[in-house]
Structure formats: C-alpha cells, structure tokens
C-alpha cells in the first residue's frame, strides 16, 4: 500500500509536557523534567497523517486535512501515565486523535550527539487510521537507513521520512500497515523492544524501550478514540 505525507507548516514554538512519567513524551524512563517541542509532536500527527492512495488525491486531501486544521490549534492533554508510557488526546469531535508515547530507556552508543528520541502510536478515528506506528530518532536518518523494529523474534520494517525534508527527516513509520496490528500484539505481549536505525553521519544507533505499561496506555487511548 503506498503512502504520502501531507505536508503542513508548522510554526508553533511552545513546548509540551513530556511523556514520560512526567509529561509529554510518551515512555519515559523514569522521569527527567526535559520538555519536547510540541511542534514536533505536531508534525508527527499532521505530516504523518499517511494516506492511503485508494481514492482520487483532492479528495482524500480534503478528508484528511479538514479535521487535522481543527486539531492543529489544540494541544496535546494527558489522559494518563502508565509506568514508561504515556496517553495523550489532542483535539476534540470528529478529528481528535489519540496516542501512546514512550522514550528509551537505553540508547546506544551513548556519546551520540542526538536530539529528542521517542516512539509512538497513533489513532485517528476520522481517517479510519489506528495503531500507526512511528519513532522519532533524533537525528536526521540516512537516505538509505531502513531502521526496524524488533520484539523478542519478530522484526518490523520501517521507512523513513528523509525525501519529505524538515522535521519529517528524524522520522520513520512502519513500512506496511499490515504490520500494525501485528506489531501492537507484540508489543501487548512483550517486556521490552528495540529500533535500531543510521544517521546522516552513519552512526548505527540501538535504542531500547521498556514495554511496562504500554498495555494499559493502549487501552485508554482505545476508549478515547473508538
């Protein structure tokens, strides 16, 4: 299934609560009182906003972006932390989406110089969109990295966001969104998973990520976005 990125600007410069156990963040590993820009998070759930290419351009763009306008003008409110992750509504009505966060618990090598690193999962009632999975790496990737996930024996594949440019380049999601479903049962049932990917300058990054709590996260964000 081929995907594209709709392309929104994005001039907030405010910052978020952090999702670890904090704020924004999702996953956090324990609690640091670092803040993530929300216009980060902002560009993940608007730029991210993947289209299936199915129906004619205009009028998929048009589906997509009108509630995503409305969203835009919100911010992210915590609907709860649950041990290394955290769930956020943003928006309201039709176009509210919904998300788990989480950040690393381990990132390898540990000298890397990195911006902020998190993964998330995202539901968009409106669009028919739920468990989207993406990560930020803190760094913009290599245009030929093909970062993946692993739980236990099963591995993802991802893609990244290096040809979109911007904000979008320290970005991958899950290649095919069959892998979705697939991945959540995992993540449900294991204890711990890893991203791995390669930055501009070629450094081979392994970034863990405790699966504690997650369950219960997805589950608010299940009954918040139905």
Request: aromatic residues 6%; positive net charge.
């Amino acid at each position: 299934m081929t995907r594209h990125f709709i392309r929104t600007d994005q001039n907030s410069s405010s910052i978020a609560p952090r999702a670890l156990n904090d704020t924004s963040l999702g996953k956090a590993i324990t609690v640091k009182s670092a803040q993530v820009k929300t216009a980060q998070v902002k560009t993940a759930l608007v730029r991210s906003a993947l289209v299936k290419t199915v129906l004619g351009a205009s009028l998929m763009l048009a589906a997509v972006l009108t509630p995503l306008a409305s969203a835009q003008a919100a911010e992210p409110k915590l609907l709860g932390k649950f041990k290394q992750w955290n769930a956020y509504v943003y928006g309201s009505g039709a176009g509210r989406i919904c998300y788990v966060m989480s950040e690393p618990t381990k990132m390898a090598p540990r000298n890397a110089n990195r911006g902020d690193v998190f993964v998330m999962l995202t539901h968009r009632p409106s669009q028919n969109v739920r468990n989207e999975i993406s990560t930020r790496a803190g760094y913009i990737y290599d245009s030929k990295s093909r970062p993946f996930v692993k739980i236990g024996d099963k591995k993802f594949q991802m893609f990244t966001g290096v040809k979109d440019g911007g904000e979008v380049a320290h970005w991958a999601w899950l290649e095919a969104t069959g892998d979705e479903a697939r991945m959540v049962k995992s993540m449900r049932a294991g204890s711990s998973m890893t991203i791995k990917g390669t930055s501009k300058r070629g450094t081979l990054t392994t970034d863990t990520y405790s699966l504690s709590g997650v369950t219960a996260a997805l589950k608010r964000i299940d009954a918040a976005c139905k």
